[in-house]
């Protein structure tokens, strides 16, 4: 699997609790056989200064293969309230996905991108 940033630039916000993260699978290795994502979200609260973390990872029953879904989703949960909570705008989120190979073994491919958070009242570009 070919990886790039591979997390949409807009992440639709639900109660400053749960991100729906989702990004583009991309384009398969020749000897990949399926993949799974996972993320995590940061975002600095501009008030206090904590980083507010929501982790997840894509659906165990959700299966990413050659030829199949085109787009990956997870559901990700701020891990520590104690921080806070998210808010509609910039945040960082970092992606891996876990690939498969015919022989058994399994990659690691890694990657970051600068992302904005926007609630369920507002509409996502």
Do not use: C
């Not at 945040?91 to 399994?106: L, P, R, T, Y």
């Amino acid at each position: 699997m070919a990886m790039g940033p591979r997390i949409n630039k807009h992440l639709k916000l639900s109660g400053g609790n749960k991100i729906t993260v989702k990004g583009p699978v991309g384009k398969w290795e020749p000897y990949a056989v399926s993949a799974t994502f996972a993320v995590v979200v940061g975002q600095v609260n501009e008030a206090t200064g904590k980083i507010v973390l929501a982790v997840g990872r894509s659906d165990p029953g959700e299966e990413y293969k050659p030829g199949g879904k085109t787009v990956w989703d997870a559901d990700a949960e701020v891990f520590d309230p104690a921080n806070g909570v998210l808010v509609d705008g910039p945040a960082v989120a970092w992606g891996i996905a876990a690939v498969e190979m015919q022989d058994g073994k399994h990659e690691a491919y890694g990657w970051s991108v600068k992302t904005r958070l926007v609630s369920t009242a507002q509409t996502l570009p």
